[in-house]
Structures are given as structure tokens and as C-alpha cells.
């Protein structure tokens, strides 16, 4: 079967915004409009299309990305719908890696959000070409305008509208379109299917007029033919417009900016049109980074369908009717259902199985797929997300992503045997699921250990064991993932000698340790000359260093930004051995740690509380009682916007506290920012409760 669309058509694109701000509710109407969905699906009532997971039905929040794929006006459309809520800002993360272009959604009345400027750092990150759609136009307190201003101030998105809306609240009616100077107004029956162009009203043409000027002079400036006519007093034509318009988004020059309820269903059949003409096509994105697999040399990757394959693993998931799928963007070449290839990442054959198009948890059978696709493999063996997966005779491995280090850990037993045996299966599962979710056994206790990024995170894993899995067991508190370093550089000479008859064991390791840029993890260099010790020994070294790494010597938690040099030993021709100098080198850094200041380090998080005035100094001193560093206030809406530095340790359970005090106005939401040093009083309650 050939291409039923050219590359050119195709628009790979995400739908991100903060918690709320509508973004499951605009996709549902985009696969309505666009004919993929035969009834609407309200998030409210637990029945939207893209939030299939029973976790996500019931609390109304989108946790994994669902890839869709619909189409309009000729075009080809492949939609991720992303989670707006912090503790999943790996799932957004990952879509972005694949994703050419994006739709940002905003609540009309709350405007640019916390977790709106994460996802806009992230798609900063990768370059992602974006525009906004101001949602909720219909919603008390809704403000177009203001949205417009900070979508420039806390962003720097360079915001121009395209679009202006007409009335607001219950008022709202529909839109102005400034590139065709049109009103664009929608007939209530029909669920908005129906829609048709009017003259502007007369209240808001010299408003439209403008905004108009100031969207065609942001534009010319991206083409000296057109500026030079405008100069001269010819405005461009529409085409010219639109395509001035495409090249700022592509180039990232600006950010277009339209408007619309899409709960009201009023304004995304204009926002459907945007993304085909305005966002980028795998073409306009370019050629993909990555290195040959056998000579690890930079090579690039085209769009294009005579390239050799390459493939990129993004999400791993479990259905309950395929078994595992494994959902991957086709970045070159044409890909078979039943063909070999290559995980380069790990260096392992696959065999495709099945391939699948996606709508939400449906799926349709397909043969083939070309550059440009986002397409499910079903029967993958052990291919984990970001894997690269190509033909064996051109094997290439794309960039890697990176993925955030947990914050957050739970103790999880199991009630019987038969628990214990389902719940291995299940986490080994979630984990190759999630990159940004860890198990782990703790070696004092054997109890197993949930890491993630906050704790709905762990609550909606634990909820999925238990109802997927079927899995009954107890879980601990929430504990903080404390990290160990050391404060001073100190030097180490360390002999370890056995002699117990027959051959004995010897290793003497001179180092010299210290502190590692914050973030930059273990270091291990051989400076040793002369041949001291020899270089089959190095790896044993290596090794007993490493061993440290796990449990540190204030209160046994793991050892960070440490660098470590080895400088001078010496080695026995017949006692010495790699084991010996693991043993030394692991006595040797423990002593190390002890005499260099070994401290506790905890995450801090940056937390962002919006409350009504009256609750400010209640939110202020209690953020302080917990050890808090006020950064700042503003104003957004008539809302107070509390910005804190506070220790994860004295977060749990927030919500229900902020809740009871400010009864049920406020809320908040939280992020890691970076790992500090725990106060000496602290630090004696850590270490009493853990070493």
C-alpha cells in the first residue's frame, strides 16, 4: 500500500497546557469535527475519548499520552494528548521529543499557569514551533488580552494575535479572523458543527483594524520583498500573509495567538485550519542528530521515505489485549509489519510483529509506515523509551532523551505469596512504562521501593497495581529521596593486606576525592604513571568505588557529585588481585567520606500557591513554618500568586492543609528545582530515624 498522504501533509503535533486549562476537552473536539469521534466526550461525565485509563476517568486529569490519528482539509494529523499535571512532566517531555509543532491551550480566565511555563521551557528545549489558543472564552472572568500580556511576560513567547474574540463570558460569540478580516460566528444547534463568516461589528472594527497592522508588521519583518512593499503602502494578500505567518512559527519568530471555548464548541474549526497552516510538517523540521552504530561518527537522518529506516521508541505501554505496544515515530525510511530490526540502543534484533494506528484505546491493523508516522508496534521484546530502532545494515542511533531523577519513594509489601509473585510482573512492567518511576529493594530491609516525581504519581501507580494488577499490598509513608556528598577535598592512602596461609590478598590505593560541580554525578580518573597499579586492577578499583555510591556514611542514603582521582598504589606480584582492590578502594572511600564533611542533601521544590487575598499571610506563614524561602508575590487575575523555595520534606500532605484554611480557594502546585544541604538540626532527626 502507498502513502495516502505526502509528507508534506502530515502534522505531528501535541496539545499542552497546565491542568484544566480544557486541553483533553479541545482534543475531543478536534477529533469530533475532524470526524474521528461520533459523539462528544465530556471530561466532566468521565466519557472523553483520549483519557481512557480508568485513573484518568475518574479525576478528570490526562495521564498518559494517547496518540490519535485524524484528518482535515486534506492533511494528515497525528495528535498527542499530554497530562498538564507536574508529576507527569515526563510524559509531556517525551511527546515533545517527537512532536514537530504544538498547540499551547490557556484558560481564558487563569491565563499562563506554572505548569504552562514547564511545558514551554520544555518545548523550548526541543525547539518546538508552537501557537496558543486561548480557551474558555465563555468562562466568568475570562480575559483575552490579559492572557495576550503574559503570555509575553512570563514566557517570552513574542505573542501576536491572530484572532480577536467578540464579547467575552456568556457573551462570548465568536471570533474575529485578522488575516481574512472576517467575523467568524457559530450556530448554537448542531454542537457548533455549523458556522459561517459575518462583517466585523462596528464596536470592534477599529479595534481589529489595529491588530491587524500590528499582525502584518511583526510579519513583513520576515521578508525584505514584502517589507519593501508594505514600506510602500501594499498591505500583503492573504496567501502571503499566511505564508509569512507559517515561516514565523517554523522560525519560532513569534507566536500566533487565536481564541475560542471549545466546551461552548466555538472556535476550533479556525484552530484546525491554524495547525494545517501554520504548523510545521516533518519536511520543515529537517533532518534528525544521531551516530553510526558501529563508528559512533555524527550522522544525520532526512524525512524521507528512501533514507534508511530509523525509528524512534517514545512510549511503552501495556494493553490488556496486545500485550505490550510500543509507540514510535518514523523519522526515515518505510517500516513493515513482520520485518527485523535493530534496537542500536542496546544492540538487540526486534521483530515487528503487528502495527497499529492509534485513536485513543482503539487501533486499526496497518502493513506499512512511512517517515513522518506515529505509529503502536506490537510484540517488541525488550525495548525501553527512547531506544532507537533501525535497519540492521544502516544502523544509526538518534539522540537520547534524558530523564529527571525521582524525588519521592515508597515502601510497598505485599499481603500474601501470591502478591508477591503478580507484583514483580506488574512493577517490572510500570517501570519499562515510565522512565521517571523506579523500583529499587532495599538492602536492609528487603523491602521493595517506588520512586517518582510526586505523590499522585506514586498514588496512580499504586492504584494501578492494585486495580490492573490485582495486586493487595501495604504501603508505606512517603519518604524523601535524601542524597550524601562530601563538603572538603581529602586525600586517602589505604592499604588492605590478608595473609591467612596459601595466597593472601594485598592492594594499597592512594586517592585523592572531591567535590563534583553540583549535578555532575560520580567521576573515576586513573592518574596513576609508573605502572603501580596495573591496568587489569583499574576496573576492581572502579567497582569498590561504585559499591559506595548506594549508601553513604551519614544515614546510608546514595553518594552524589563526587570526583574521585586515583594518583599512586601498589600491588603484589602474587597476592594481588582485581577483589583486592575493590576491598580497598571501597575502604578507602568510606574513610574518605567520613573525613571529607559527608552531609545530607534534600530536594528543594519551587511551589507556586494561588489564593485569594484574604489567605496570603496565612499561606506566607505557614510556607515558612515549613522551612520555607518566600521568592515572591504577584497578581494574576484578582488571585495572590505566592512563589516559595520549600524542602520536599515538609510537603506532604499540603493540599489538605492549604485546603482547610483557605476552605477549598487556594491551590498550588510544586516542582523540583535542585538538591541543598539539610540544616545540621535536621540533618541529627535524618539520621536518628534512618542510620
Given at each position: 500500500m502507498a502513502r495516502s498522504h505526502a509528507i508534506e501533509d502530515y502534522r505531528n503535533f501535541g496539545i499542552m497546557a497546565h491542568i484544566d486549562a480544557g486541553k483533553t476537552t479541545t482534543t475531543e473536539r478536534v477529533l469530533f469535527y475532524s470526524g474521528k469521534s461520533h459523539k462528544i466526550g465530556e471530561v466532566h461525565d468521565g466519557a472523553a475519548t483520549m483519557d481512557w485509563m480508568e485513573q484518568e476517568q475518574e479525576r478528570g486529569i490526562t495521564i498518559t499520552s494517547a496518540a490519535t490519528t485524524t484528518f482535515w482539509n486534506d492533511h494528515r494529523l497525528n495528535i498527542i494528548d499530554t497530562p498538564g499535571h507536574v508529576d507527569f512532566t515526563i510524559e509531556v517531555e517525551r511527546s515533545l521529543r517527537v512532536l514537530d509543532g504544538a498547540?499551547?491551550?490557556?484558560?481564558?480566565?487563569?491565563?499562563?499557569?506554572?505548569?504552562?511555563?514547564?511545558?514551554?521551557?520544555?518545548?523550548?528545549?526541543?525547539?518546538?514551533?508552537?501557537?496558543?489558543?486561548?480557551?474558555?472564552?465563555?468562562?466568568?472572568?475570562?480575559?483575552?488580552?490579559?492572557?495576550?500580556?503574559?503570555?509575553?511576560?512570563?514566557?517570552?513567547?513574542?505573542?501576536?494575535?491572530?484572532?480577536?474574540?467578540?464579547?467575552?463570558?456568556?457573551?462570548?460569540?465568536?471570533?474575529?479572523?485578522?488575516?481574512?478580516?472576517?467575523?467568524?460566528?457559530?450556530?448554537?444547534?448542531?454542537?457548533?458543527?455549523?458556522?459561517?463568516?459575518?462583517?466585523?461589528?462596528?464596536?470592534?472594527?477599529?479595534?481589529?483594524?489595529?491588530?491587524?497592522?500590528?499582525?502584518?508588521?511583526?510579519?513583513?519583518?520576515?521578508?525584505?520583498?514584502?517589507?519593501?512593499?508594505?514600506?510602500?503602502?501594499?498591505?500583503?494578500?492573504?496567501?502571503?500573509?499566511?505564508?509569512?505567518?507559517?515561516?514565523?512559527?517554523?522560525?519560532?519568530?513569534?507566536?500566533?495567538?487565536?481564541?475560542?471555548?471549545?466546551?461552548?464548541?466555538?472556535?476550533?474549526?479556525?484552530?484546525?485550519?491554524?495547525?494545517?497552516?501554520?504548523?510545521?510538517?516533518?519536511?520543515?523540521?529537517?533532518?534528525?542528530?544521531?551516530?553510526?552504530?558501529?563508528?559512533?561518527?555524527?550522522?544525520?537522518?532526512?524525512?524521507?521515505?528512501?533514507?534508511?529506516?530509523?525509528?524512534?521508541?517514545?512510549?511503552?505501554?501495556?494493553?490488556?489485549?496486545?500485550?505490550?505496544?510500543?509507540?514510535?515515530?518514523?523519522?526515515?525510511?518505510?517500516?513493515?509489519?513482520?520485518?527485523?530490526?535493530?534496537?542500536?540502543?542496546?544492540?538487540?534484533?526486534?521483530?515487528?510483529?503487528?502495527?497499529?494506528?492509534?485513536?485513543?484505546?482503539?487501533?486499526?491493523?496497518?502493513?506499512?509506515?512511512?517517515?513522518?508516522?506515529?505509529?503502536?508496534?506490537?510484540?517488541?521484546?525488550?525495548?525501553?523509551?527512547?531506544?532507537?530502532?533501525?535497519?540492521?545494515?544502516?544502523?544509526?542511533?538518534?539522540?537520547?532523551?534524558?530523564?529527571?531523577?525521582?524525588?519521592?519513594?515508597?515502601?510497598?509489601e505485599p499481603k500474601t505469596k501470591a502478591d508477591q509473585e503478580k507484583l514483580g510482573i506488574a512493577l517490572s512492567k510500570l517501570a519499562a512504562e515510565d522512565p521517571s518511576f523506579r523500583v529499587s529493594t532495599d538492602q536492609e530491609s528487603g523491602q521493595t521501593i517506588l520512586k517518582g516525581m510526586g505523590e499522585l504519581h506514586l498514588d496512580i501507580k499504586v492504584d494501578i497495581l492494585r486495580r490492573t494488577y490485582k495486586v493487595d499490598a501495604n504501603i508505606g509513608a512517603p519518604q524523601v529521596a535524601y542524597r550524601e556528598t562530601l563538603t572538603k577535598p581529602v586525600d586517602i592512602d589505604y592499604t588492605h593486606k590478608k595473609q591467612t596461609g596459601g595466597t593472601g590478598q594485598f592492594a594499597r590505593v592512594k586517592f585523592h576525592i572531591s567535590p563534583n560541580e553540583v549535578g555532575a554525578g560520580f567521576a573515576f580518573e586513573s592518574k596513576v604513571v609508573g605502572g603501580s597499579v596495573p591496568k587489569e586492577y583499574i576496573p576492581g578499583v572502579q567497582k569498590g568505588l561504585e559499591s559506595v555510591l548506594g549508601s553513604g556514611v551519614v544515614a546510608g542514603f546514595p553518594v552524589v557529585d563526587v570526583k574521585v582521582e586515583l594518583v599512586d598504589g601498589a600491588y603484589h606480584e602474587v597476592d594481588s588481585s582485581a577483589l583486592a582492590f575493590e576491598i580497598a578502594s571501597r575502604a578507602a572511600f568510606r574513610e574518605a567520606l567520613q573525613k571529607g564533611g559527608a552531609v545530607l542533601l534534600e530536594p528543594i521544590m519551587k511551589v507556586e500557591v494561588v489564593t485569594p487575598e484574604d489567605y496570603t499571610g496565612s499561606v506566607i506563614g505557614d510556607l515558612n513554618s515549613r522551612r520555607g524561602q518566600i521568592q515572591g508575590q504577584d497578581m494574576r487575575g484578582n488571585a495572590n500568586v505566592v512563589n516559595a523555595m520549600v524542602p520536599l520534606a515538609n510537603m506532604f500532605g499540603y493540599i489538605n492543609t492549604l485546603r482547610s484554611f483557605s476552605q477549598g480557594r487556594a491551590n498550588y502546585s510544586m516542582e523540583f528545582d535542585h538538591y541543598e544541604q539539610v540544616p545540621s538540626n535536621v540533618a541529627q532527626e535524618v539520621q536518628a530515624k534512618y542510620a
Open positions: 498547540v499551547c491551550v490557556l484558560d481564558g480566565n487563569q491565563g499562563v499557569e506554572p505548569q504552562t511555563e514547564t511545558v514551554w521551557r520544555q518545548a523550548d528545549k526541543y525547539e518546538v514551533p508552537r501557537i496558543v489558543f486561548v480557551n474558555k472564552m465563555d468562562k466568568i472572568g475570562a480575559d483575552f488580552f490579559r492572557c495576550v500580556s503574559e503570555i509575553d511576560s512570563r514566557v517570552a513567547g513574542k505573542p501576536v494575535c491572530i484572532q480577536l474574540p467578540i464579547g467575552s463570558e456568556s457573551n462570548f460569540l465568536g471570533i474575529i479572523d485578522l488575516v481574512r478580516m472576517k467575523a467568524v460566528v457559530w450556530e448554537n444547534e448542531n454542537l457548533g458543527a455549523n458556522y459561517h463568516d459575518e462583517e466585523i461589528p462596528a464596536d470592534l472594527a477599529d479595534q481589529a483594524l489595529e491588530y491587524r497592522n500590528m499582525m502584518i508588521e511583526r510579519a513583513v519583518e520576515l521578508d525584505d520583498a514584502a517589507l519593501e512593499k508594505f514600506l510602500e503602502g501594499e498591505e500583503p494578500d492573504e496567501a502571503t500573509l499566511k505564508s509569512l505567518l507559517r515561516k514565523a512559527v517554523i522560525t519560532r519568530a513569534f507566536t500566533p495567538v487565536l481564541c475560542g471555548s471549545a466546551f461552548k464548541n466555538k472556535g476550533v474549526q479556525p484552530l484546525l485550519d491554524a495547525v494545517v497552516d501554520y504548523l510545521p510538517s516533518p519536511l520543515d523540521r529537517g533532518a534528525v542528530d544521531g551516530v553510526d552504530f558501529k563508528t559512533e561518527e555524527p550522522i544525520v537522518r532526512r524525512p524521507s521515505d528512501d533514507e534508511g529506516l530509523s525509528v524512534l521508541a517514545f512510549k511503552i505501554m501495556d494493553d490488556p489485549f496486545v500485550g505490550t505496544i510500543t509507540f514510535c515515530r518514523v523519522y526515515s525510511g518505510k517500516l513493515e509489519s513482520g520485518s527485523t530490526l535493530l534496537n542500536s540502543t542496546r544492540d538487540k534484533k526486534e521483530r515487528v510483529g503487528r502495527m497499529l494506528l492509534m485513536h485513543a484505546n482503539n487501533r486499526e491493523d496497518i502493513k506499512e509506515a512511512y517517515a513522518g508516522d506515529i505509529v503502536a508496534l506490537a510484540g517488541l521484546k525488550d525495548v525501553r523509551t527512547g531506544d532507537t530502532l533501525c535497519d540492521p545494515l544502516k544502523a544509526v542511533i538518534l539522540e537520547q532523551m534524558v530523564f529527571p531523577e525521582p524525588v519521592i519513594e515508597i515502601a510497598i
